[in-house]
């Protein structure tokens, strides 16, 4: 045989190697993750379940779930062991370093304005933003009564009606 016809066989033999070595080295790092517990720390279970370790034996793990809930799982159910800080704060929502500048529930604060310069600013008549020509300006009357009456002259349209046929 050739070493063109091994070639193949020799990668795919090194891939599986690849791969099964980073498995490996995963289910240490969880083995020793697990044989970290200690009575008091707080753990994740495989199943999402929150609760602190209280007796640790060779493959069981006894859990405090709440007042007079002690629950038994196998050490291979400990998804995670979490650090003090991280297990208060999601179970207990206990923040360790809470920051100094703290933002406020609601905008009102952030946007602060004198009383007098916001009464002078409600007293100004309104700018319309709309674009119209200067022809249709001077055509139209500026009575809102003769507008109203202007728009129920006009044909309303229901959902049906279309003017393309």
Known sequence: MS???LLPFIVLIGAMFL???SAKKKQQQAADMRNQMQPGSGVRTIGGMYATVKEVSDD???LDAG???ELLFAKNAIGAVLSDDEYNRIVHGIEHDLKSDVVP?????LTETDEPAAAAASDEKSV???KKDETEEADE????????AKADDE???TDGDSDAK
């Open 67 to 69: 007042p007079g809930v």
């Open 141 to 148: 009357p500026s009575d809102a009564v003769t507008a109203d």
């Open 60 to 62: 069981t793990v006894l």
């Open 155 to 157: 044909p309303k349209k």
């Open 19 to 21: 791969m099964t070595r």
């Open 3 to 5: 070493l063109v016809t």
């Open 105 to 109: 529930d609601d905008a009102s604060s």
């Open 128 to 130: 319309d933003l709309g």
